[in-house]
């Protein structure tokens, strides 16, 4: 069951990605040896992924894919202290990487149209990773795919991709339940089709989730906001 489960990881890969373009800040060009034509934007602050710190900015460029694509991997590959560039397609994001000493970078891309592009820039340091703590209790079934921790403008939020094999019904009582227990109480449940919404408060703090009915089990996207000014 867990396989079929984590059959998903491609879409949970497309939720994370718009997960981390919900916020995005102007910055200058040229980051991470990155063609000064690129359009980059800073995408929140004291970011963690997985435990992970790392810095993330969102790009586009009026410029073909593989121009761009060739004009970032040449400019990683001039430095002859670092590894080799490794390049991957999943669907139809092309991911450049490379490892810098104790740190990690990536470069992600995807055609918008034949000659616009857009994607990410993304800098790790995987030394540093720590375990990542829950902020909210979760069904004992649910499991986690990935887990976002930021902090931007005094607001800490929590970003959370997880999988359940029970149904969306059973799984959206399952969480309220366990929401419920530390004290959330519900403020919205909606249900259309194949898709729920649920969110609930407590204390100032807010809980968001969409869950959408999966062949195996049932996909949850959470988000969590602990603090805010």
């Given at each position: 069951m867990l396989l079929k489960l984590l059959s998903c990881k491609t879409q949970c890969q497309y939720v994370l990605i718009n997960l981390l373009s919900i916020i995005a800040?102007?910055?200058?060009?040229?980051?991470?040896?990155?063609?000064?034509?690129?359009?980059?934007?800073?995408?929140?602050?004291?970011?963690?992924l997985n435990g992970t710190p790392m810095k993330i900015k969102a790009f586009t460029a009026d410029l073909p894919m593989e121009s761009v694509l060739k004009q970032v991997h040449d400019n990683w590959e001039k430095q002859a202290d670092r590894s080799p560039v490794t390049r991957t397609k999943n669907i139809n994001w092309i991911v450049l990487n490379q490892s810098i000493g104790n740190q990690h970078r990536?470069?992600?891309?995807?055609?918008?149209?034949?000659?616009k592009v857009e994607g990410y820039v993304a800098l790790t340091s995987p030394q540093q990773t720590t375990e990542p703590k829950l902020v909210v209790r979760l069904p004992s079934d649910v499991q986690t795919v990935s887990i976002i921790d930021s902090g931007d403008g005094g607001?800490?939020?929590?970003?959370?991709?997880?999988?359940?094999?029970?149904?969306?019904?059973?799984?959206?009582s399952a969480l309220e339940t366990s929401l419920k227990a530390a004290g959330w109480e519900r403020h919205v449940l909606k249900k259309n089709g194949t898709l729920t919404t649920f969110s609930a408060n407590r204390n100032g703090q807010e809980f968001d989730a969409r869950l959408s009915a999966q062949k195996a089990g049932t996909l949850l996207m959470m988000n969590t906001i602990v603090q805010s000014k």
């Open positions: 800040l102007p910055c200058h060009a040229g980051w991470q040896d990155t063609p000064d034509n690129l359009r980059l934007q800073a995408v929140g602050e004291d970011l963690r990536s470069f992600q891309i995807r055609e918008i149209s034949a000659s607001k800490i939020s929590q970003q959370i991709i997880a999988v359940s094999p029970r149904s969306i019904d059973a799984t959206v």
